[in-house]
């Protein structure tokens, strides 16, 4: 199993952007997605979860403007951003847990990052 990213870029504060985590291999469902960041000198931090049967939760600073969601039919997981502030310049992360292939196991990855950049 694989995750692959893309998305991101530069915008201006007040703009959208949309992330994607796209999963690879022979997945039998999502257990938990979570989206995290992590800016020049602070740690990563989690802004957005999503579990299995679709309850999702976010960071008090993303509320109300980042959504997430997952696509099964392309095995692909969003991260919609909008509203987006110079504060939320970071390299983005997804992260999830599959059940795999056909005997229950569990697996557990990292996308490769992607950078987003809010200018002011």
């Known amino acids: 199993v694989q995750l692959v990213q893309s998305g991101g870029g530069l915008v201006q504060a007040g703009g959208s952007l949309r992330l994607s985590c796209a999963a690879s291999?022979?997945?039998?469902?999502?257990?938990?997605l979570g989206w995290y960041r992590q800016a020049p000198g602070k740690q990563r931090e989690l802004v957005a979860s999503?579990?299995?049967?679709?309850?999702?939760t976010y960071a008090d600073s993303v509320k109300g403007r980042f959504t997430v969601a997952g696509d099964t039919s392309k095995n692909t997981m969003y991260l919609q951003m909008n509203s987006l502030k110079p504060e939320d310049t970071a390299v983005y992360y997804c992260?999830?847990?599959?059940?795999?292939?056909?005997?229950?196991?569990?697996?557990?990855?990292w996308g490769q990052g992607s950078q987003v950049t809010v200018s002011s």
């Open positions: 999503m579990f299995r049967g679709g309850r999702t």
């Open positions: 291999g022979i997945i039998v469902s999502l257990n938990e």
């Open positions: 992260n999830a847990e599959f059940v795999i292939g056909g005997t229950g196991s569990t697996w557990n990855g």
